[in-house]
């Protein structure tokens, strides 16, 4: 499995747009780069996935370069509601586990 | 649907006595559990994977142990609880055929050991 290594903290303020950049040097050509969220007190829950170039949805923007050795996740415009634990991984698709490493701590004030 | 139940929410144990936290997810068969620990301000750290009955695998050896008696249940044990179990104990199951964005968690439970 990639290593993958980002900040471990970030500050913002509402109305303002997040970019969490996670590298992963060693990649491999079967994986994909995945980023779920954390709030207190609860688990993960999935954010985006891609494989190359740029994915988006209604959450964020997921941002890969070509030779895929990083991605920067994008939280455009964030709100306090954003405030959280956000964890890039690395995975073979169709793995049969999901490693967590320590994440970004986002925190959105006023 | 799918979902996934995990109980107790909370539980607070004396050192040395015993742990049952149970697992359970509904509307889907034969999946894929896990077990996940998270300590205080740190990551989650897988514990336990099962990929069907009887089947466990262990990844990383401690205090605690895991079963899946039936298909859609996985229980996380210990005989003799130590201060450093404490943490925040978390259930997921995975969707085949997703890749690594299938994971959906339970609730979670938070364990303090006294």
């Known amino acids: 499995l990639a290593k993958t290594t980002q900040p471990i903290s970030m500050d913002s303020y509402e109305g303002q747009e997040v970019n969490i950049t996670c590298s992963h040097n060693?990649?491999?050509?079967?994986?994909?780069i995945t980023w779920y969220q954390q709030f207190p007190s609860q688990g993960p829950r999935f954010i985006i996935q891609?494989?190359?170039t740029k994915v988006t949805n209604e959450v964020a923007s997921l941002f890969i370069p070509a030779d895929r050795k990083s991605s920067t996740l994008s939280l455009p415009r964030v709100s306090l509601s954003d405030t959280a634990v956000y964890y890039c991984l690395v995975q073979r698709y169709n793995t049969d586990k999901l490693i967590f490493g320590t994440g970004t701590r986002l925190q959105v004030f006023p | 649907s799918q979902t996934i139940h995990q109980w107790p929410a909370t539980l607070v144990q004396p050192v040395g006595s015993p742990l049952s936290l149970e697992c359970t997810v509904e509307g889907t068969s034969n999946p894929n559990l896990y077990w996940y620990r998270q300590a205080a301000g740190r990551g989650l750290q897988l514990l336990f994977y099962?990929?069907?009955?009887?089947?466990i695998s262990s990844e990383v050896p401690q205090n605690l142990s895991a079963s899946r008696p039936q298909d859609r249940q996985f229980i996380l044990s210990s005989k003799k609880l130590l201060l450093s179990d404490s943490g925040f104990y978390l259930c997921a199951w995975m969707t085949e055929g997703t890749g690594g964005s299938g994971y959906t968690f339970g609730s979670g439970t938070r364990l303090t050991v006294v």
């Open positions: 099962s990929v069907g009955i009887g089947q």
């Open positions: 060693n990649i491999a050509t079967n994986d994909y």
């Open positions: 891609g494989y190359k």
